[in-house]
């Protein structure tokens, strides 16, 4: 592959690790990383990194002609929980972002796009086992409904000019490397940090609530192997599943490591979000268009995220 990838974003959870995975993939001058401000060491040392306002146009393009860009992977948004404390700030920062970049491409100077929306495009109304692929979308967060319009939006610029982009509805997704980003599934991050370090979890949401989830490494693969795919004739915003589990489970699992772990549950303003979502996603067309499968369930998932915590703390604290 000959092609430039900017990645904007590249600092929040998920724009890490598909910064660090993509240029192990096709080399570190190959991607140009960017964000609003610096990320990790791993992220700053592994190559080419440029402050960049996600919602400043005349900088995106300033970027992409100096590097030859030709991929663009749209990483930056505003999540569901920090989005609802700040709404037009957050409306602005992922709409604006977005509309840049598509203009962008129909000016054919960038030959595709990726572009994540999310399961927070569902809503109360919408079939909460086995999601399918297309129901009723009828988001109640501001994330949410910035992730539905921007699907819109997608789908409007590749029918009228022929845009490439892909994208993909994420479940609640979980890594070790980043520190949670203002989600409201990244209970399900916190609580291995919790229960290393303390071990003792106040979980926001209550014992049963079922939500949809993925290990990172799943994540990057299904963002890495759809922009792959020539399946282009339609856009679609894919849905993709893994597992789902609900806090009492998590727990349940972890205790199987750490065997003096406890969690009380203490649910906050963010349960109403998460009652609004899915508890389980039909992601049946992604595996017939290009094949896709997971391979993290949660106990593996749990024993990866133990294991690498553990070495990430005792790292720390050698360095402080």
Known sequence: MN???LIIGACGQ???ELTLKLREK????????????????ELMQSGTFEILNA????????IIEKYKISQVYLMAAMLSVT???????????????????????KDKKIKKVFWPSSIAVFGNSTPKQNTPQNTVTEPTTVYGISKLAGERWCAYYHNKFGVDIKSIRYPGIIS??????????DYAIEIYHKAIKEKH???????????PMMFMDDAIKATIDLMVTDKSEEYKAYNIAAINFTPKEIASEISKHITDFNIEYKPDFRQEIADSWPQSIDDSEAKKDWNWDYEFDLEKMTTEMLENLKLKFEAELKNA
Not at 28 to 36: F, H, S
Not at 55 to 62: C, G, N, R, V, Y
Not at 176 to 185: D, M
Request: include cysteine; charged fraction near 25%.
């Open 26 to 41: 096709h080399g570190n001058d190959k991607v140009i990383a960017t964000d609003i401000r610096e990320g990790s060491k």
């Open 176 to 185: 070790w490397k980043a520190n949670p980003g203002g989600g409201t599934t």
């Open 83 to 105: 989005a609802e404390k700040f709404p037009e700030k957050a409306w602005r920062l992922n709409m604006n972002s977005l509309s840049h970049v598509l203009n962008i491409a």
């Open 14 to 16: 998920i724009g890490t």
């Open 55 to 62: 919602t400043d146009k005349e900088a995106i393009e300033q």
């Open 201 to 211: 979890y106040e979980c926001f949401l209550s014992e049963n609530t079922r939500l």
């Open 3 to 5: 092609d430039t990838i």
